[in-house]
């Protein structure tokens, strides 16, 4: 009997929990989207500090274009669900216009990858070049995508 | 009988020498139409618009303004305009017929390009395909509908002169100062404006609350907390031309729309020379 309960109330654990994956609350997702987007900003200005020899170890470059390479897959599904907060700069333009915003999901993607070879070769006008390139694939989307606030 | 040989070899080398000078101007005039952020203003919003073709509506407190069609159409756009109506226009703000321009046009920091470089941009406006497109009409409040008004906030409000630069300060200050202030007329949209809609000089770049379309600028001055003082000469560089701020974020501003048609067009010599300028100013509280 004891062992049925302790079992009956880890599959409801479970499943609660489970629920709570599947369907998060909208506050709860545009919050974990902004962490990502933060995460993604952080390497981001870390890697623009080092391809300019202003600070930190190029050592660890790879490090930061590797993170970029690991999150770049998540995007799409940090844009599942739509939410009217207030202090929430997705725009309905990504729900209403889909297959542009997936293009510009696509541009970020591919200057990831971009940067992500040149990085290898550790060349360094190579590597800000293609940063550069992938700061533009950022302001891109978020031009139409982002609710524009002043800077 | 002199040889004919050699005047048509001196004809052609006049010809081939006349015709690289005018590229030369063209493709000058082009790059200074970027640093001028003239497509913004002058190209309706949308991927079909023609550039340079205007029409694009701008809402103000004091009406809306349309930006007229600078593509050489000689009825719609500025086709008929000799050098001297072009000049007028940016160093005076008057138009071909002697009128007044209301200051959406900023001639207001216009008035300081040299000659030089008015006339390259004229080159390269007149080498576009013409567009046959008409403005509508600007839509303003009563007070100040007729160019009278226009002309009497003229006489308040705006001091015409070339742009001199400084011996004291470096090529690179003076370039920056340039661009900010005439060219590229940063402080039209970065510096504070009073009732009348004149800009405020002893207020430098300290932003704008009350922009058109409902819009406010930052303070771009060099205080450390409300301006720009944090970040350094190469992050203003990489801002103008990947729209990335110092924290890694990136702009999504209207600033952005000037990033793509306007800095990130420019040398990244001429981008350090505005960063150069932008670290010299006061530094401005507020805003």
Known sequence: MRQTIKRLTLLITLAISLAAVAEPTPEDAAKYRQSIMKALSGHNGAISMMVRGKAGDPDNLGNHVQALVNLKGEIESLFEQSSDLEDDRALPAIWENPEAFADAIENFQAAVEALSEVANGGEMQAIDAAHRELGKACKGCHEDFRLKKQD | ?287
């Open chain 2, 1 to 287: 009988m002199r040889s004919p040989g050699l005047l048509v070899v001196t004809a052609a080398v006049f010809v081939v020498a006349f015709a690289s000078a005018e590229e030369t101007a063209v493709s000058r005039g082009e790059y200074l139409v970027f640093a001028g952020g003239c497509i913004d203003c002058h190209t309706e919003a949308g991927k079909q618009a023609v550039q340079l073709a205007g029409g694009r509506p701008l809402e103000t407190s004091f009406g809306t303004f349309y930006s007229p069609n600078i593509t050489p159409d000689p009825t719609t756009g500025i086709g008929q305009w000799t050098d001297e109506n072009f000049l007028r226009a940016f160093w005076e703000g008057v138009n071909p017929d002697g009128d007044h321009y209301y200051p959406s046009f900023p001639y207001t920091s216009y008035t300081g390009v040299s000659r030089k470089d008015l006339l390259a941009m004229k080159a390269y406006l007149f080498s576009l395909d013409p567009v046959v497109k008409q403005a509508p009409e600007h839509e303003l409040a009563l007070f100040i509908s007729t160019r009278l008004a226009a002309g009497a906030w003229k006489l308040r409000s705006f001091e015409p002169g070339r742009f001199v630069p400084s011996e004291n300060r470096s090529t690179a200050w003076n370039r920056g100062a340039y661009l900010v202030r005439h060219l590229g007329h940063c402080g039209e949209c970065h510096t504070p404006r009073d009732s009348f809609g004149a800009i405020e000089n002893d207020r430098e770049l300290a932003g704008n609350s009350d922009m058109p379309d409902g819009d406010s600028t930052p303070n771009i001055s060099p205080h450390r907390l409300d301006g720009i003082g944090k970040w350094a000469v190469d992050d203003i560089e990489y801002f103008l031309d990947i729209g990335m701020l110092p924290d890694g974020d990136s702009t999504g501003s209207v600033m952005s729309a000037v990033v793509d048609n306007s800095t990130s067009k420019l040398t990244k010599e001429d981008r350090l020379a505005i960063a150069t300028y932008l670290k010299s100013v006061p530094a401005q509280r507020g805003e």
